[in-house]
């Protein structure tokens, strides 16, 4: 008689894995902003700033930022897909405060907050007046900090949460 093996396991240990590593790089992305990129270019001249963020923000949008960004929103819906079947379980319940947190406070703030701010200061020409590059930057810099705050914090508990989920032991006879 040949044994079965059990699929499951390494569908939600791989997705959980998965979920783990990209949420963990964009928190880390956000938090490096926070405490590093967002103090250093606070010293800046406007002109300086609205070019660097200009040029940052167009760089960002590559492949391996995508895969991040977008992959710390799937897997942890897709670990939670695999772990229905053991919903009543504390790993699903971190799993699903993971998937609140980032979607809702990393992911959809990105989308709605911080997006439509770069694309409001990409309309700057680095060129224009000093007056204008100054009234860009009053209107962007503070609520695009604030709002990366908003996501780091938010990406930051829903990377805690989804290690959390990976260091509770499942039960073998359940699933």
């Given at each position: 008689?040949?044994?079965?093996?059990?699929?499951?396991?390494?569908?939600?240990?791989?997705?959980?894995?998965?979920?783990?590593?990209?949420?963990?790089?964009?928190?880390?992305?956000?938090?490096?902003?926070?405490?590093s990129v967002?103090?250093?270019?606070?010293?800046?001249p406007d002109?300086?700033?609205?070019?660097?963020?200009?040029?940052?923000?167009?760089?960002?949008?590559?492949?391996?930022?995508?895969?991040?960004?977008?992959?710390?929103?799937?897997?942890?819906?897709?670990?939670?897909?695999?772990?229905?079947?053991?919903?009543?379980?504390?790993?699903?319940?971190?799993i699903v405060?993971?998937?609140?947190?980032?979607?809702?406070?990393?992911?959809?703030?990105?989308?709605?907050?911080?997006?439509?701010?770069?694309?409001?200061?990409?309309?700057?020409?680095?060129?224009?007046?000093?007056?204008?590059?100054?009234?860009?930057?009053?209107?962007?810099?503070?609520?695009?900090?604030?709002?990366?705050?908003?996501?780091?914090?938010?990406?930051?508990?829903?990377?805690?949460?989804?290690?959390?989920?990976?260091?509770?032991?499942?039960?073998?006879?359940?699933?």
């Amino acid at each position: 008689m040949t044994r079965r093996l059990p699929i499951g396991r390494p569908i939600r240990d791989s997705t959980l894995a998965c979920a783990v590593l990209t949420t963990g790089l964009m928190a880390g992305v956000f938090y490096a902003y926070s405490v590093s990129v967002n103090l250093g270019l606070a010293e800046s001249p406007d002109a300086s700033y609205v070019a660097t963020m200009n040029e940052i923000n167009e760089k960002i949008q590559n492949p391996l930022f995508f895969l991040g960004f977008f992959g710390a929103a799937v897997f942890p819906v897709a670990a939670l897909v695999a772990h229905l079947p053991r919903r009543r379980s504390g790993r699903y319940r971190l799993i699903v405060l993971a998937c609140a947190l980032y979607v809702g406070g990393s992911f959809l703030v990105t989308a709605l907050a911080n997006v439509p701010l770069n694309d409001e200061l990409a309309r700057v020409a680095t060129e224009a007046p000093a007056s204008e590059l100054a009234r860009a930057r009053v209107a962007y810099e503070e609520p695009w900090n604030f709002w990366n705050n908003v996501r780091t914090l938010f990406s930051l508990g829903a990377f805690v949460a989804l290690i959390g989920a990976s260091l509770q032991r499942e039960d073998p006879k359940a699933g």
